[in-house]
């Protein structure tokens, strides 16, 4: 590709003007991620930024997988349940997925298809949200039990498991017949419903690129999938700039991604945000509470560093994808 004199120097003149987290910010962070952050959180810092490697996060997410082959036990800091649920399945892929790791006959990934295979916490439509048991437990207000929300709340939640299994799940199981009926129906919800929980639009997103990984444009309704799916992340993030959800650095990981060129204002108005709000001294604060802190604010508190150092990682990993980190 040819570029004009005006386009070689628009680039030049976007990398210099662009802003960046100093070097000095960075290692403020990283300080406060080695004093406070989880092992995994911890391993997590050092595969994306010290050269560490997989085996060190599988380790330590092997702590927190139970007997099931689910998860549980503070995977999410705002949900205390020590039993699993399909949202931590969702949770560990994400994670696994981010750093590459997409070895199925792993132990970690053979479990998890064990567990969303076989658990009670499933309806016909697919795997719940919440489930009674983490009513037992310290957490979010969010993570109640409830049967109406989950109708929707769940949609995230299923697209999500539903894609990675189509992309790399075993053709002949049971598990993938599950995600192909799965995923029949939240196309059909995109045609008629307009209520698709905090993460619908995201799980939307990762079963739609899942799709096209697998070689399946032909089995599903691909071309109302893009067209419906892209308005919806446009929609999401001009109109909920409130909602922590709606950031458009959810939705858009790199300038690879196809909602990027008619995000792209929103996409770099975020990344200047993150750097703006950079304290002083340690690392940013989190936007939301439990609601609830007077029943649990021990656990809180605790929650409450712990998503402050998995939320940093996060805006690490976001400001390097788009060059906004400085050597």
Not at 96 to 105: F, H, P, S, Y
Not at 228 to 245: A, D, Q, T, Y
Not at 249 to 267: C, G, H, Q, T
Not at 270 to 281: G, H, N
Request: hydrophobic share 35%.
């Amino acid at each position: 590709m040819q570029y004009s004199t005006c386009d070689r120097l628009y680039d030049i003149h976007e990398v210099i003007m662009v802003k960046q987290l100093l070097l000095h910010d960075f290692n403020d962070i990283k300080s406060w991620i080695y004093r406070n952050a989880r092992a995994l959180d911890l391993a997590l810092f050092q595969y994306y930024f010290e050269n560490g490697n997989t085996e060190a996060v599988l380790a330590a997410l092997s702590h927190y997988q139970n007997n099931d082959g689910g998860f549980g036990n503070t995977i999410d800091p705002d949900n205390w349940n020590p039993h699993s649920t399909p949202y931590n399945a969702q949770i560990v892929i994400k994670m696994l997925r981010q750093i590459g790791c997409t070895d199925v006959t792993h132990p970690i990934y053979t479990g998890i298809f064990r567990y969303l295979e076989n658990t009670e916490h499933i309806t016909d439509e697919g795997w719940m949200f919440t489930i009674p048991s983490n009513n037992d437990y310290p957490h979010g207000l969010w993570w109640d039990y409830n049967a109406g929300t989950n109708t929707y709340q769940s949609i995230g939640t299923t697209a999500s498991l539903s894609g990675f299994i189509l992309r790399y799940g075993d053709s002949k199981s049971h598990l993938y017949t599950m995600a192909v009926s799965y995923t029949g129906i939240l196309i059909e919800k995109l045609k008629s419903t307009t209520e698709y929980g905090d993460m619908g639009v995201g799980g939307y997103c990762e079963l739609l690129e899942d799709i096209e990984g697998a070689g399946l444009t032909e089995h599903f309704d691909y071309n109302f999938l893009c067209e419906r799916i892209s308005f919806l992340v446009g929609r999401k993030i001009r109109n909920e700039p409130g909602n922590f959800m709606a950031n458009p650095l959810e939705f858009i990981p790199s300038r690879a991604s196809r909602y990027y060129e008619a995000n792209k204002e929103e996409v770099h108005a975020a990344l200047d945000t993150i750097i703006d709000q950079k304290p002083e001294s340690g690392v940013w604060s989190i936007p939301w509470e439990w609601y609830n802190n007077d029943r649990y604010p021990a656990a809180f508190a605790i929650s409450e560093n712990w998503w402050k150092a998995c939320k940093a990682i996060d805006k690490l990993v976001q400001l390097r994808a788009f060059g906004r980190l400085a050597d």
